[in-house]
């Protein structure tokens, strides 16, 4: 595909294309929101650890290497982003990691890196960008959580913890930058096919409804990004049509 193909229409903002930052953008559901607002005109700025398989083709794409763990670097880092991009008016945040284990089983290192992925990134990044939404008197908070946010289960203590912890968290920012004019959202999907389950023992079922696709999720994305109006969906719970998980049998 051509380079100059991936821009449909541009989003402008003043005589400039609005910008969009991603972070996440590598993963399976990151990338494919990423190329989705490329694809709609958008500028996406994307992070992650390793560099994103579309990087070198996109015309409209900016990518940082980044550890998330790291978090004095990430708000250093979405810092000097904002600084010099004064047309990001959107912030998606799709990095996460899952361990999946009795809590006796997990080691401290691995519950460390869900907090600091899952939830203290999202804090960081939220502490960047509202003070530039604030001042632009516009901006949305996209968030991706989980179903287990909404209900824990076994084997998922930590995981959703960290879930349930980012709902508690864009519930109040979405109070207290209401008068800003600032969107906060969470989606909570159900499984996604994807590379999340690459290091698991278990993954969605083989079936078409057994997973949601990346794709779709990107879809609502962009739909939320198109949202003018003064109504903020707050929450969006979206699951496979059918739960059938395959595990391995080693
Ligand atoms: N897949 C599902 O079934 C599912 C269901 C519900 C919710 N979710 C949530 O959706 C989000 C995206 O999941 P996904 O399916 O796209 O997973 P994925 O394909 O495994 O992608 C995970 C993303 O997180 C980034 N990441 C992880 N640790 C990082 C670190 N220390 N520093 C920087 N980036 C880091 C990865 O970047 P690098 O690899 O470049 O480090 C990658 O971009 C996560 O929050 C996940 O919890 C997923």
Do not use: W
């Amino acid at each position: 595909m051509q380079e100059s193909s991936f821009l449909v229409a541009e989003k402008n903002f003043g005589d400039s294309i609005k910008k969009v930052i991603v972070i996440g953008s590598t993963g399976t559901i990151g990338e494919a929101v990423s190329i989705f607002l490329l694809n709609s005109g958008f500028s996406v700025i994307g992070i992650g650890r390793k560099v994103p398989s579309f990087d070198k083709k996109k015309g409209n794409y900016i990518h940082h290497i980044l550890d998330l763990q790291n978090t004095e670097l990430l708000e250093a880092t979405l810092s000097n982003i904002v600084r010099n991009n004064e047309e990001i008016f959107c912030l998606v945040h799709c990095a996460g990691v899952g361990e999946f284990s009795n809590i006796e089983n997990l080691s401290v290192s691995k519950i460390k890196a869900m907090l600091d992925v899952n939830l203290l990134s999202v804090v960081v990044s939220a502490k960047v960008l509202i003070p530039h939404f604030k001042k632009i008197d516009n901006g949305k908070l996209i968030l991706i959580g989980s179903e287990a946010g909404l209900k824990g289960g076994q084997r998922g203590s930590v995981y959703s913890a960290t879930k349930f912890g980012l709902r508690g968290f864009a519930q109040s920012i979405r109070e207290e930058t209401a008068k800003n004019n600032i969107f906060v959202t969470v989606i909570n999907p159900g499984m996604v096919r994807g590379k999340f389950f690459d290091d698991k023992n278990f993954r969605p079922g083989k079936s078409i409804d057994n997973a949601i696709e990346p794709n779709d999720i990107a879809k609502l994305v962009n739909y939320l990004l198109d949202q003018e109006s003064g109504m903020v969906f707050d929450e969006i719970n979206v699951s496979q049509m059918k739960k059938v998980i395959d595990f391995n049998k080693s």
